[in-house]
């Protein structure tokens, strides 16, 4: 039964003030901690002001405005600290600020009018300073609130070792300091790549098919239209969107009942999920209207290549091969290589597609298992089958994900047949 | 080929656990056991206590020597290990680099050098 704040106000002012934290928390912390500047301390501030929210509302009733409460509550305690703390001078300064804090939010009346600072805070927690393997879980931890445990697990990491991590974060954004402020013309574009970057770092792992990790897809997306909805005309924000919602709708028909890979060309259509299918599509229009191609773009453009490939039953392979090729100028990986040879073995036969093989650098191929599968599939087209079921038997050594193992263990088996 | 993977990390970190981070630890590390096993990779795996529960056994001047304590006061412990069976050393540094502990702390890869079938003179 739903708490009814009319019949019992205890249970009705906690289920207010948890709807609050869900809702208002990531702009809550990043209010308090831009004037603060110290992402530690306005975690706590929040937990004391939604503590005192818990002791304080079912007698007085909720307030008209929760968040505008929760600030102010959030404020007096931190005056309270600075008044009490060794440090004068300092904290005469502080409570200078503090009561900045006080008045720029009494005004607001309710979360609208509330300044949204979670965009400075997202570009905080990816400053380059930051451990690029921490920025991600820094920003599901203070955008979204959600507890270290649970973003532990699904970075397969126990939770004392993330703590650490955190902790350390959040001094050395304290100590260094990093400013609470959106960059600047000429400085925003690689630290939109690098916020951009740590949220499709969330959603690669929660695609990676652990059980623990699955939520992180949605939080990534929820991430990624916080930050169009503050930066609207960045391509990029489009780019990531729709690459992401591109890989979601797909995810449903990536394994088949027996729990065996089953790649883009033997996918069926029917199984992807179409919300998210034109949520992609519209995505890179909308991108594209931005007329500022980057990374993301081409990636999520290289999606819609293969599944629109797969609908028409016609891919256009030299396309997708420019792409490839566009894409190993701003962004070389290894996967961008194998990719890239594997769309000159679609366009020109597998002669080409082997000769491309040959020139990634050993660096790239070696003990990358795509490496293996693809260049046994252009080894067993050109009729090599010994040398294929060889690279097959490589490639499944290297490869550490059960579903794609069965499919490779499957393509060896039907080498013999 | 038989590998054994090492697992160092600062102990420190897991000195004041609660039972819900053990928990969740056996979780993150039940998930990579269940796909070496999958796999057909496991062969063994163990999580030790922390290095103060040592207790060293030695020979000395012919009779038994038993030492309560660590060998070494570093805070980089053995913390457990896993023994792998896979086709070669690429193989075991790819599942060396999937492990949960190569991402808090350092895993030593040494391949097994017992002869092929064992130690002939154990049958």
New interface residues.
Partial sequence: MPPDSRRDPVSGARAVVEEVARRSYGRLVARIAGRTRNIALAEDLLAHALERALAVWPERGVPASPEAWLLTAARNKWLDELRSSQVRQRAEADILTGAALSSADSAGSDTGSLPDDRLKLMFVCAHPAIDPAVRAPLMLQTVLGLPV?TI??A???????LS?RLVRAKRKILESPIRFEIPGRCEIGPRLADVLEAIYGAFSIGCDG???SAWMCHEALYLCDLLISLLPREPECWGLLALMSYKQARAPAETDPSGTYVPVSGQDPAMWCADALRRGAGALQRAAALAGPGRFQIEAALQAGHMEGRMTGATDWPAILYLYDILGQIAPTAGQAVARANAAGEVEGPAAGLAALQEIPAAFA??F?AFFAVRAYWRARSGDLVLAAEDY??SI????D?PV?RWLHQQLRALAS | MRYTLLLY?DET??A??TD??RQ??L??FG??IK?LR??GALVDTDWLQPGSMTTRVSMQNGEVRVQDGPFVDSRDQLGGYFVID???L??A???A??C?AA??GTIEVRPSGMPPGGNPYAA
């Fill in positions: 445990r532990a697990s970075y397969l990491l126990p939770s004392p070792a650490q652990s059980p623990g070696n003990r298992q038997e490589k050594s290297l490869c550490t059960l193992r | 990390s970190l897991f004041s656990m819900e981070d969740q630890s979780m993150v998930e990579f796909q999958q796999a896979v086709p070669d690429d193989a540094l790819a599942w680099g999937k949960p991402r808090f």
